[in-house]
């Protein structure tokens, strides 16, 4: 497996010799504002640039789009994506909507597995906010879905794989990792908050948890920084990953790829 991080939550996974694009936000720094009622970096969202050329990001099997956010999935990725490229969507309804902008070839990754030359795709669950009853207000208020998904990634050739989504250290991420028995993961571990004070996704102490859960995995942190509502910054997690003896936490930088 390769882990190349890009930007926040858009990387690329090369799993069974296929290259999947996750998440793609494609716009360039500053396209949106800041998320309201919560922290904020100063520079707008996206709050960096891409490391590299847009179209340099195409060179993919199959795109996976975890839900529908902005940093997700954004305007920009909905008019240059390839129309053909296989898009694979966490529900009926957002492969409808996928659709809806032109994309000819959209799957719906389901519980059960889904099949993709050779590979196997199995959506999981995740608390992105769902179980908070302020963070559910203020989506209302934004017209936010709190809907999101993992990946589980399967094959005779390798390892399972594990893409966490957006999530906070929960028990359907227990359930998951003992169900699927993953030799890595990765996390989303901004520590985004909405409101202020609560919690979207992980922070520097819900990957802590989990790693003294699982202390056999390895650990990819991924969508940090590059929104304006993270809490939680690539030194910051680094230093906490030292005191707390995290040896197999890797934070990469944008555009930086890991091997294993």
Do not use: W
């Not at 970096?41 to 529908?68: E, K, S, Y």
């Not at 059960?112 to 050779?118: A, I, P, R």
């Amino acid at each position: 497996m390769k882990f190349q991080q890009i930007r926040s939550a858009t990387s690329i996974v090369t799993f069974a010799n296929r290259r999947f694009l996750i998440d793609p936000m494609l716009s360039a720094q500053g396209t949106y504002p800041a998320v309201p009622d919560t922290t904020s970096t100063g520079r707008g969202n996206p709050d960096c640039d891409l490391p590299c050329p847009i179209q340099d990001l195409f060179n993919v099997d199959a795109v996976i789009v975890t839900h529908l956010h902005f940093d997700h999935f954004d305007k920009v990725a909905a008019e240059l994506l390839p129309k053909k490229l296989p898009l694979f969507s966490q529900s009926v309804q957002e492969a409808k909507n996928l659709s809806g902008l032109g994309f000819t070839d959209v799957r719906v990754l389901a519980d059960s597995g889904t099949e993709f030359n050779g590979i196997r795709l199995f959506r999981t669950d995740c608390d992105h906010g769902s179980s908070n009853l302020v963070t559910m207000d203020g989506y209302r208020d934004c017209g936010f879905s709190e809907k999101a998904s993992g990946v589980v990634f399967e094959s005779n050739l390798e390892k399972t794989r594990f893409y966490l989504g957006d999530t906070i250290y929960c028990q359907y991420v227990v359930d998951a990792i003992e169900k699927y028995t993953p030799g890595v993961v990765a996390v989303n571990a901004a520590g985004a908050q909405f409101p202020l004070g609560h919690l979207l996704i992980m922070n520097q102490y819900d990957v802590r948890s989990l790693m003294r859960r699982f202390p056999e995995i390895d650990v990819i942190a991924t969508h940090v920084e590059g929104v304006s509502h993270a809490t939680v910054t690539r030194p910051m997690l680094r230093k906490f990953a030292r005191e707390n003896n995290l040896n197999r936490l890797f934070i990469p930088n944008d555009g930086q790829a890991i091997e294993f």
